[in-house]
């Protein structure tokens, strides 16, 4: 019941370590190259997903208000990137900011590359793949 959840919310957040989120986001970031965790709510977090989508750029979103443990996960975030703010932006497995630091970079010109090297190396992977 409601009650017993919200008794609950302490113990059972003492019950699952940050290690747990910290490993599913690491396989996240490792199986996609552009990974967005979010809120659905989020206008700056969308703004960030419009600019993958305008430049044609496929990307996991990772909803965090949708997720049952999405708490943990920014939790779990802030410990990895050092802000606990959406959205956080990985590319080719490394954080590279916030929606601001995301928009600078493309303006650096230095997005699309960082895109395109993950391309390259997961298309290199599967060339003798015998799994
Ligand atoms: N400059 C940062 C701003 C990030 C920020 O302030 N995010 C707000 C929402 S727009 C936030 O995460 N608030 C706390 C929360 O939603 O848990 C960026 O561009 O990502
Ligand atoms: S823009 Fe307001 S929550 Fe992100």
Redesign the pocket.
Known sequence: MEADRMGNSTSSTWGKPAAAPVNQIQETISDNCVVIYS?TS?S?CNMAKKLFHDMNINYTAVELDLLEYGSQF?DALAKMTGE????RIFVNGTFIG????THRLHQEGKLLPLVHQCYLKKSSKHVGDSV
């Open positions: 809120k989020c700056y920014q606990r703010t959406v959205p916030g929606a601001t630091d």
